[in-house]
C-alpha cells in the first residue's frame, strides 16, 4: 500500500482505492514498526475518498516529518568507476575504490527534513558548481527501532566537479538548499522490496530527452539491512529517519543540468517522483 501526506489529510491507496485516516498524525505514523497493520486498519469503506480525490492528490506534500535524511554512496559499480573519474585529477580515485570495497560503506549526512522537497516541487543546482546531477535512489524509512518499514523515491542532487575536486567537499557538493526530494509517496510492505524492482530516470529539456537510464536495487553491492545497521551503529534517531541508498545510474561526464530541465525518477511500485530545476 501507499502512503501520502498531503495538505488536507494523510491517504492510504489500497488495492486501487483510496482511504483517509481521520486524525492520524503522519510523524506518529511513520515511525510505528507496524505501519502496515496500521495503515490496513483505515482501510475500511467508512474512510474511502469518493469525491475529490484528484485534488487531493495534487497536494501531495514530502512524505516526511522532523526525520533526518541520511544518503550512502558508492554502493553501485556504475556510481564508483564515476567516482573514481570525476576524482582523478585531485588524486582521490583510491577513496572510491577502497570503500566500494570496504566493509564499512560511506555514510553521510544529506538534509534535514526542512530542506527537503517534495513531488513537482523544484530542485537547485549549485550557483557555485559548472557540473551538476541527480541521483535516483530508493529510499529506505526507517523507525527508532531500525526496522525498515516503508520505501520512497530519493532525489540526491549532487555538485559533481565540487566532490570532485577534493572528497573532502562532500558535504558542500551533497547539501545545500534544494538539493534532497522526496515522494510521492511511502510505499509500505509486508515483506522486504523486490531485489528486481527497477529504477529509472528519465531527463527533460525543452520537452526533449537528453538522458534516459535504468538499473535495479539488486545492483546495489551492499544489502539494505547491513547500511542500516551501519547508520545505527553509534546513533539514534528517536522519530526515525530516511536513508537513500546509492545510485546506478550516472549521466555520462559530458552532461550537466541546466535551469528548467525536468527529472523524472521511477521505481517500480513506488510510482514516479518529479522536480523541475529551478
Known amino acids: 500500500m501507499k502512503l ?22 503522519f510523524g506518529a505514523l511513520i515511525q510505528r514498526d507496524d505501519l502496515f497493520k496500521t495503515l490496513l486498519s483505515y482501510c475500511v469503506p467508512e474512510h474511502r475518498i469518493d469525491n475529490d480525490l484528484e485534488v487531493l492528490l495534487k497536494q501531495v506534500l514530502p512524505p516526511i516529518d522532523q526525520q533526518e535524511v541520511w544518503a550512502a554512496g558508492v554502493t553501485y559499480y556504475r556510481s564508483k568507476t564515476a567516482r573514481m ?75 559533481r566537479d565540487i566532490e570532485g575536486e577534493n572528497p573532502l567537499y562532500l558535504p558542500q ?34 520537452e526533449t530527452t537528453v538522458f534516459e537510464g535504468t538499473t535495479k536495487v539488486e545492483n546495489i553491492k551492499r544489502s539494505l539491512e547491513s547500511l542500516v545497521a551501519y547508520l545505527f551503529a553509534e546513533m539514534e534517531f528517536p522519530q526515525g529517519c530516511f536513508l537513500m541508498t546509492g545510485t546506478g545510474i550516472v549521466p555520462d561526464d559530458t552532461f550537466t543540468l541546466q535551469s528548467q530541465d525536468r527529472i523524472e525518477i521511477t521505481i517500480d511500485g513506488i510510482g514516479t517522483l518529479i522536480n523541475t530545476v529551478a
Request: with cysteine; glycine share 6%.
Open 85 to 159: 573519474e570525476e576524482s582523478k585529477d585531485s588524486g582521490g580515485s583510491s577513496f572510491y575504490d577502497r570503500v566500494y570495497e570496504a566493509a564499512r560503506p560511506e555514510l553521510f549526512f544529506k538534509s534535514t527534513a526542512a530542506r527537503v522537497v517534495g513531488h513537482q516541487a523544484l530542485v537547485r543546482i549549485r550557483k557555485d558548481s559548472q557540473w551538476s546531477v541527480p541521483e535516483p535512489e530508493l529510499t529506505l524509512l526507517i523507525s527508532p527501532n531500525k526496522k525498515i518499514i516503508g520505501y520512497t523515491v530519493g532525489n540526491d542532487m549532487s555538485a
Open 173 to 206: 557538493a551533497k547539501s545545500y538548499t534544494g538539493a534532497a526530494a522526496l515522494g510521492p509517496c511511502v510505499l509500505v510492505l509486508e515483506q522486504p522490496i523486490s531485489k528486481t524492482t527497477q529504477i529509472a530516470m528519465i531527463i527533460y529539456r525543452n
Open 4 to 25: 501520502y501526506k498531503t495538505k488536507t489529510a494523510v491517504v492510504v491507496e489500497f488495492e486501487d482505492e483510496f482511504y483517509e485516516c481521520p486524525k492520524a498524525v
